[in-house]
Structures are given as C-alpha cells and as structure tokens.
C-alpha cells in the first residue's frame, strides 16, 4: 500500500529555513515523478515543485524559484524539500504526492501533510 | 491568481446532477490533460479524473470528465449528500513549465 508520510513542519520567523521529508513506502522513488503541494489557510491548492523519477530534472512554481530546492534520497525512499528565505506567505499545509507517470503528469496519491507558519 | 477558473460554487438536490466548469488557455488545458481533485474539509485532496476522462479505480462512475477546447468540465451525477466537498481542476501550464490549479469550487447538496 503507497504511504507518504511528511515531517519537519514548525514555526519558523520570515527569512527563516526549514526543510520537509517525505517518508514513501509501497513504491520506489526511482519509478515515479513525486511533488510537492501546498495549501495556505482556508486557500486553494498550490502547486510547489516536481521532481522525475529519475531525479534528473526539478521543476518550481515562479513564488518559489530561486528560495526553494527538492531533493530525494532512493537509499532511503524519501523526498525532501529545502525552503529559504521564507516568507509569511510560504504559511500553509505542504502535501508531499505521488505523480502517477515518471515525469510530472498528475497527482495519484497524497500525504496527510504538514504545516508550516512563517511569522514573527 | 490561479490560471485556471471555476465558479466558486454549484449547488442541487440529491439525486440531481451538477457539472463543474474549468477554464484555461491553449498553454494549458488545450493542450494538456486534465485531472480533478475532491477535498474534505481538513483533509487531503483525493484524485477523481486524470487523462481528462479516466476514473482511478474505486472512484464511482458518477464521476466523470470531458474537454473541450480550452476548458473542462467535471459531472456528477446522483448527487448525494457525501459529495459535498471542494473540488479542483488541474493541468500542466507549457508556458510556465508548472501545473495550475483551478481556483476550486465548493459543492453543496440542498
């Protein structure tokens, strides 16, 4: 059964870093494209950042390009995405999920997701 | 400011049917497929369309989707009381190498 499991979402002051996990089980990362989604409170969805299966290439929403970075490591299943200079308008529920084809094509499974607060 | 638009809500009775509307552009949905998303209140979205049209498995034929052009559209049918949720539209965007989502659309079962 696939499983995404995110962690690391806290408080953190605006200009801060933070870096998320995302812990898969019931499939390999090497396989499919995974990425990340985000949610501000009582907002719609966001897309974030993608990465291939292959780990080749890395996609980012223009709000985020140049401050955030995703990441994987396959010895260990699990994704990561490495946040900077946050802003307070970073401040939402971030779900790490599954794509269903090797490269960004839609999003067949979510995680519970974790949340993060930007603020002072 | 999503690219992508739906109306902000639909409502009907049980029973009854509702279509779900998503606009775009010739840089998304006219050429990209279009997945749909159902999302409860303070849970995770769930997958209900992808390739457009196609269902995942366990996901009732209620359901539906179709494209047209440069916009989408999401049925459903039999409406019931448990599908009152938010629902969301999703492409690929050529130009800005990224998906877009629609800007969602809360379904109310009178």
């Known amino acids: 059964e696939v499983q995404l499991v995110e962690s690391g979402g806290r408080l953190v002051q605006p200009g801060g870093s933070l870096r998320l996990s995302c812990a898969a089980t019931?499939?390999?990362?090497?396989?499919?494209?995974m990425n990340w989604v985000r949610q501000a409170p009582g907002k719609g969805l966001e897309w974030v950042s993608a990465?291939?299966?292959?780990?080749?290439?890395?996609y980012f929403a223009d709000s985020v390009k140049g401050r955030f970075t995703i990441s994987r490591d396959t010895s260990k299943n699990t994704l990561y995405l490495q946040m900077t200079s946050l802003r307070v308008e970073d401040t939402a529920i971030y779900y790490c999920?599954?794509?269903?084809?090797?490269?960004?094509?839609?999003?067949?499974?979510w995680g519970l997701g974790t949340l993060v607060t930007v603020s002072s | 400011q999503s690219v992508l638009t739906q109306p902000p809500s639909v409502s009907a009775a049980p029973g009854q049917k509702v279509a779900i509307s998503c606009s775009g552009s010739s840089s998304n949905i006219g050429n990209n497929y279009v997945s749909w998303y159902q999302q409860f209140p303070g849970t995770a979205p769930k997958l209900l369309i992808y390739?457009?049209?196609k269902r995942p498995s366990g996901i009732p034929d209620r359901f539906s989707g179709s494209k047209s052009g440069t916009s989408a559209t999401l049925g459903i049918t039999g409406l019931q009381t448990g599908d009152e949720a938010d629902y969301y539209c999703?492409?690929?965007?050529?130009?800005?190498?990224?998906?877009?989502f629609g800007t969602g659309t809360k379904v109310t079962v009178l």
């Open positions: 999920v599954k794509d269903g084809g090797s490269y960004p094509y839609y999003f067949d499974r």
């Open positions: 390739d457009s049209h």
């Open positions: 999703e492409t690929w965007d050529s130009s800005l190498s990224g998906f877009v």
């Open positions: 990465i291939s299966g292959t780990g080749g290439s890395t």
């Open positions: 019931g499939f390999s990362l090497s396989s499919y494209a």
